[in-house]
């Protein structure tokens, strides 16, 4: 029987809708509309039709966004000053310096540099450790928490159950092990990782009743890697050429869907599945930041 497909387009829009009737609640209460600011830097057209699909979906449930396009030119200093801008701006709720950024620019400092509060990605180490430790008041990164979001409300809560978790990026692999590692909502797994030095591959991702995919290779993962009745998450979005499509190419994920979809009990597609529940959390975390009120901090 053919899998189960977890779309995550479908469960982006419910979570769309509830951030907006939160987003109305507060505006009646009296309270700012909460605000976004995006930072772009350089002219990478996948960078900026991801900026351009987070501002759309911000606007649509009523935050008020902002776009700060700079040049991919721009000083690790100048774009330090930027971030430090946003901080002070009591208009800002959430910070976003969209990655990759360029060469002479220090990544790591200049996500130290967000105020943690503001921290909508989640990828501050204060934001990360407090992920790590199991405190509340911690905004979590997008990717990993949509994929959370996915799997208990289509009914695969991963609490007790064995997840394998194959990469172990710092944007995805890590905080999504926190994530299942911790007590309560959503957690509560038993937790496997693997990367690129795992021995035998294949027969660690047997072990998986839930099995999370985020390595960057199209169908890296085929039928004989996943227990049969497993439910299959792929996080990864890979361009393959495609001449029949009009831009060139399309997007695959990690996992070769038609063979797995025959042995796995449920699985997300790509695109529709991991992709949209990201925006929708960044602009949950919106929110959320809003509410834990840092606007104007450091002005
Ligand atoms: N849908 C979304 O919202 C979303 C968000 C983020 C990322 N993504 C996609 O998810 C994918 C992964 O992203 P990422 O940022 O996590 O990538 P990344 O930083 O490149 O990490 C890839 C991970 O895969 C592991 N890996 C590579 N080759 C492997 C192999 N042969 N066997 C086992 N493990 C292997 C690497 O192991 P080592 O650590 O040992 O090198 C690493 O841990 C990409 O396609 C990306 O575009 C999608």
Not at 65 to 72: F, M, N, T, V
Not at 154 to 183: A, E, F, Q, T, Y
Not at 265 to 284: F, K, Q, R, Y
Request: proline residues 6%; aromatic residues 2%; negative net charge.
């Amino acid at each position: 029987m053919a899998a189960e497909i977890i779309s995550g387009t479908e469960m982006a829009r419910t979570i769309r809708a509830e951030v907006g009737e939160e987003v109305a609640r507060m505006k009646e209460g009296g309270a700012r509309v909460p605000g976004l600011a995006t930072v772009l830097v350089g002219e990478d057209p996948a960078s900026r039709a991801y900026v351009s699909m987070k501002n759309r979906a911000a606007e649509e449930v009523g935050i008020l966004s902002r776009q700060i396009d700079l040049p991919a030119s721009i000083s690790h200093e100048e774009l330090l000053g930027w971030v430090e801008g946003l901080n002070a701006d009591p208009e800002v709720d959430g910070i976003l310096v969209q990655l990759p950024l360029p060469e002479q620019v220090m990544e790591a400092q200049i996500l130290e540099s967000i105020h943690p509060y503001k921290d909508v990605d989640g990828f501050h180490p204060v934001n990360v450790g407090r992920l790590l430790s199991g405190t509340p008041d911690v905004l979590i990164p997008c990717t990993p928490q949509g994929i959370i979001e996915l799997l208990v409300r289509s009914g695969h809560d991963p609490s007790g159950r064995h997840v394998v978790m194959v990469g172990r990026s710092n944007i995805v692999g890590k905080p999504m092990i926190s994530l299942l590692l911790g007590r309560g909502r959503g957690g509560d797994a038993t937790v496997t990782v693997a990367h690129s030095r795992t021995r035998d591959l294949a027969e660690v991702t047997r072990m998986g009743e839930i099995l999370i995919v985020a390595v960057g290779r199209p169908g890296f993962v085929t039928a004989e890697m996943v227990r049969p009745g497993a439910v299959v998450i792929d996080v990864g979005v890979n361009r393959v050429d495609d001449p029949s499509s009009e831009k060139g190419y399309r997007l695959v994920g990690d996992v070769d869907f038609e063979g797995v979809s025959r042995v796995a009990s449920a699985m997300t597609p790509v695109p529709g599945g991991v992709g949209p529940m990201t925006i929708a959390m960044l602009l949950s975390n919106t929110v959320s930041a809003a509410k834990t009120g840092a606007g104007g901090f450091g002005g």
